[in-house]
């Protein structure tokens, strides 16, 4: 199901970066009132109203809800599920620019990951592009390390594991573009996620208020549609091209942090900013002519 078209990917997947940074800005402020397992639901259940949309608009409704691969399906969302996990028990501890810091290690660990699994090039361009962005992170993360209390542990430790996860993830939503559509890929990860949340109700679900609740759907929203974008972007273009724009989301997570919760970055944060800018204007300085293998 992959479409050749690099420069639509890569459009897609910033995009992408900004609905899901401000989802995760959303779950940063949920966080302090509703558990992580009932943000799970509502951020995949209401996801599922995007999704179905994006299926009908393609004329792809109910059609592609079938798939000859299931268990492809439902690793992909186990996965995905506790990769949602690790991610909101991170927002829910740091700032949002700090727990996106954390994030950018995926990337990192995706590249030599696409390269062994996809058999992708990575040419030197982009290995100067993810060392730049890794060098920001670090400095993001020296920011983190810094905070006072256990909470910023528990916080950074969730971020780690959401990295080392996602790096995985993304590497297998690769190889399920080669048969399955886009929509069907979310479409089940929603279904899968919804169960899971669903599940934790026992373990401390708390009765949302009406401004709460506006908060759980405008998650599920926010996802469902920066997750469409995302695989979407993945069907176009390689994991290596990609990844460097992954780092851009820390620009819109410390705009958040900054309008929404007070929160300012420290000089630390600020070099770590120009860095992983820098590291998208390495990639999109790439020759033309030049073009990686998927």
Not at 22 to 44: K, L, N
Not at 126 to 138: C, R, T
Not at 156 to 167: D, E, P, R
């Amino acid at each position: 199901m992959s479409n050749d078209s690099p420069l639509s990917g890569i459009g897609l997947r910033l995009f992408a970066v900004f609905l899901m940074t401000a989802m995760s800005a959303v779950v940063h402020g949920a966080a302090e009132t509703v558990s992580v397992g009932q943000i799970i639901f509502w951020r995949s259940f209401i996801a599922l109203l995007p999704i179905c949309a994006y299926m009908a608009w393609k004329a792809e409704f109910p059609k592609a809800i079938g798939t000859r691969y299931p268990r492809l399906h439902l690793t992909r969302g186990l996965f995905g599920a506790f990769s949602m996990a690790l991610s909101f028990i991170s927002l829910a501890y740091l700032p949002v620019a700090n727990a996106q810091a954390l994030a950018y290690l995926a990337p990192v660990i995706t590249l030599p990951m696409a390269s062994w699994m996809l058999r992708e090039k990575l040419g030197p361009r982009l290995i100067v592009a993810v060392a730049l962005g890794f060098g920001g992170v670090v400095a993001m993360l020296w920011q983190a390390m810094e905070m006072p209390g256990e909470g910023a542990v528990i916080g950074a430790l969730a971020g780690i594991g959401y990295a080392v996860t996602m790096a995985f993830v993304r590497v297998h939503i690769k190889n399920m573009t080669a048969t399955e559509k886009p929509s069907t890929i979310a479409f089940w990860f929603a279904v899968v996620c919804s169960v899971v949340g669903l599940l934790t109700m026992p373990f401390g679900w708390s009765v949302p208020d009406a401004g709460m609740l506006v908060l759980l759907c405008l998650a599920g929203l926010l996802g469902g549609a920066g997750h469409i974008a995302a695989v979407e972007a993945q069907a176009r273009a390689p994991v290596s091209t990609l990844a460097p724009f992954e780092f851009t989301g820390l620009i819109w997570a410390l705009g958040f942090d900054l309008v929404l919760f007070n929160t300012a970055p420290d000089h630390w944060g600020l070099i770590g900013a120009v860095l992983i800018t820098l590291a998208g204007i390495v990639v999109t300085l790439q020759p033309s002519g030049k073009k990686q293998a998927a």
